[in-house]
């Protein structure tokens, strides 16, 4: 299955909502660091709801914000969600950034990237899009230091590049990004039952769950084009 197609049926039965939830406790964190100023040119890529295009023009300043998403469902959904202009969303391809050349001030993008055919390119045209001291802030969940995320492949059937913290670093280098931070960002808030509520149907016990969202949570790659 194409990962458009498999999105769009996350999208028409509400699962765009659901993840926006979930995202929310550690992406809002993500996004409050980031370096946007008054009027600055933004972009979500694999915008889902479209909640951090949404967010990033209401509370972070952007003037202008675009979402980008491959599923054609998610981004209509996205334009539902809201009637600021500022706001806008485009179905695109990572690979092929509907955007001409420094154009973006900063892209953000949550449990994402990594769905990219081919991640390298998607880099690629990231710092093509991006204005000399532009960021890339790149938040996953599904990253190959974490254990707790490697059984996804079973039940999601795309293709996912299962990088760990130290290649979202060497990657970022090689397509000519610099590193100006990684680290990851715990979630706090999703509810942990108590241990006598294990096994669960996703935790055989407490502490596994304990460890994927308070320990390993969202990694946090930022990249600044030079
Ligand atoms: C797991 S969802 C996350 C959505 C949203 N960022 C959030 O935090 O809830 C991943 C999104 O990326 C989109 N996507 C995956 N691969 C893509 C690609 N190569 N090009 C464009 N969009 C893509 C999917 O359609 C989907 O909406």
Not at 116 to 128: F, I, K
Not at 191 to 217: C, K, L, N, Q
Request: proline share 6%; aromatic share 12%; net charge negative.
């Amino acid at each position: 299955m194409r990962a458009s197609d498999a999105f769009d049926e996350w999208a028409a039965d509400g699962r765009d909502k659901g993840m926006e939830q979930r995202h929310w406790h550690t992406a809002k964190h993500a996004l409050g660091r980031m370096p946007i100023e008054d009027g600055d040119t933004v972009l979500d890529l694999g915008c889902g709801s479209g909640y951090a295009a949404r967010a990033m023009v209401a509370a972070g300043g952007a003037g202008r914000a675009y979402g980008l998403d491959g599923s054609p469902e998610m981004a209509h959904n996205a334009r539902e969600y809201t009637d600021d202009p500022r706001v806008g969303f485009v179905v695109g391809d990572f690979e092929a950034l509907p955007f001409p050349a420094d154009n973006i001030d900063h892209v953000f993008s949550m449990e994402a990237f990594y769905y990219a055919g081919d991640p390298m390119a998607a880099l690629s045209e990231l710092r093509r899009v991006l204005r000399p001291g532009g960021t890339f802030y790149c938040a996953v969940d599904f990253y190959a230091d974490n254990p707790h995320t490697a059984e996804w492949t079973d039940y999601v059937e795309l293709p996912m590049t299962r990088w760990s913290r130290e290649e979202y670093r060497t990657r970022f280098r090689e397509a000519g990004l610099h590193v100006a931070e990684q680290e990851a960002i715990p979630d706090e808030e999703t509810a942990i039952p108590p241990a006598e509520s294990f096994p669960t149907e996703d935790w055989d016990d407490r502490e596994s769950m304990v460890e994927h969202y308070r320990e390993y949570g969202t990694l946090l790659t930022v990249g600044v084009s030079p």
